[in-house]
């Protein structure tokens, strides 16, 4: 009889564990082969999702946070420079054991010293449908240099880290504007992708940052509710400060700024802004407001800005067609090319040099003009 009692719980005991299979964990975030730097979010899920008493994330080796209860995510800072990490996910069952996964991330290639002179070129491949051609191998691409081919020594395609700052004109002029922009604004930071990370800035008389890169999407939104117009408009200090804030680590850099592009008060001129966008390889965007969307010498300004660094000005007050401006602008930002070289001009004699971007069989490719050798300080 004892037998037989052992051979039913044997059976009792096979038959649960045919009925509750192991608990799934999975690494939602970031995804393998991912390009990181900065604040990164890292994401898992379980199922169930009660199982573990904890999970603990890791990074090349080292425990970084845990999460006991879901969501099971955590911030950590991957730093500036876009290296290889491996992301380890430990959850501790309740069960007993533990289930464990990993992905890594990439690297660009790129010398961790930001003082390598590497030209870096984001640029936009479109078909004759204006759709956006992806998937392109790094040999479809040819960089010249004042008409010298050269070789382009980085490349990435996908997944590419991209810090944005989106800079909001809230000077007096924009006052009859103010509803439409924010209504705008907002619309935007919502609908950007939560791997990028966005800096948000007011500017009139001066510039004044509204919500830091790490913030959560809903305060960026929140301090958007807050803006009131006062003041003169600042925007070439903006511009200016933008790029300064962006830094020189690998990978996209891009600024959108909101503004009717009337200069009242800025220290610095057109010509100022024009030079040290030249000596940067962040793509400017602006979207015109208020008066900026009906007085043609504002459009030209602002078209005068962004051409150069291989961006766009996007004209309209009209909310719905806004709304498919900014989904066709993050879609560009999300399907772009970085192409790096080390010019074979050695010289650092501040004079400008002109780029061009040829790929096979495409006609409609859009990049940066070229760029500033500035003499270093």
């Not at 199982?51 to 994330?57: C, K």
């Not at 054991?97 to 010398?111: D, M, N």
């Not at 992806?134 to 479809?140: D, E, K, Y």
Request: with cysteine; net charge negative.
């Amino acid at each position: 009889m004892a037998r037989g009692l052992l051979l039913a719980l044997a059976g009792l005991l096979f038959a649960q564990s045919e009925a509750a299979p192991a608990p799934e964990l999975e690494i939602l975030s970031p995804a393998p082969d991912a390009y990181i730097s900065g604040t990164t979010m890292l994401r898992a899920t379980l199922a169930p999702s009660d199982a573990a008493t904890r999970v603990l994330f890791s990074v090349d080796g080292k425990q970084v946070c845990d999460a006991s209860t879901p969501p099971f995510e955590c911030s950590w800072e991957a730093g500036p420079n876009v290296t290889a990490h491996q992301i380890r996910v430990v959850a501790d069952l309740k069960a007993g054991g533990r289930v464990i996964r990993t992905v890594r991330t990439k690297s660009l290639g790129y010398a961790e010293k930001v003082d390598v002179d590497v030209v870096q070129v984001i640029a936009t491949v479109m078909d004759g449908n204006g759709h956006f051609v992806t998937g392109l191998p790094r040999t479809s691409f040819h960089l010249e240099e004042d008409g010298k081919p050269q070789k382009i020594s980085h490349f990435g395609a996908e997944d590419v880290p991209l810090e944005l700052i989106v800079a909001c004109d809230v000077s007096g002029s924009m006052a009859p504007a103010m509803p439409k922009l924010k209504q705008a604004v907002k619309e935007f930071l919502t609908a950007v992708p939560t791997r990028d990370q966005v800096t948000l800035l007011g500017f009139n008389d001066t510039v004044f940052p509204l919500a830091r890169r790490a913030s959560n999407p809903a305060d960026r939104t929140k301090a958007v509710d807050r803006l009131a117009p006062w003041g003169a408009t600042a925007l070439y200090d903006v511009i200016l400060r933008s790029v300064e804030m962006l830094g020189k680590q690998p990978g996209r850099r891009a600024i959108v700024v909101f503004s009717d592009g009337e200069d009242q008060g800025s220290h610095a001129s057109l010509g100022d802004v024009e030079r040290r966008l030249q000596a940067s390889d962040v793509t400017l965007y602006m979207i015109g407001q208020g008066r900026g969307v009906q007085v043609d010498a504002l459009k030209t300004v602002m078209q005068r800005l962004v051409e150069p660094t291989g961006g766009l000005a996007l004209f309209t007050d009209n909310i719905d067609q806004l709304h498919n401006a900014f989904s066709d602008l993050l879609e560009e930002l999300s399907n772009q090319y970085l192409l790096g070289y080390e010019s074979t001009n050695t010289k650092r004699d501040d004079v400008f040099r002109k780029i061009s971007v040829h790929v096979d069989g495409q006609s409609r490719v859009r990049a940066r003009q070229g760029y500033r050798a500035v003499v270093p300080k």
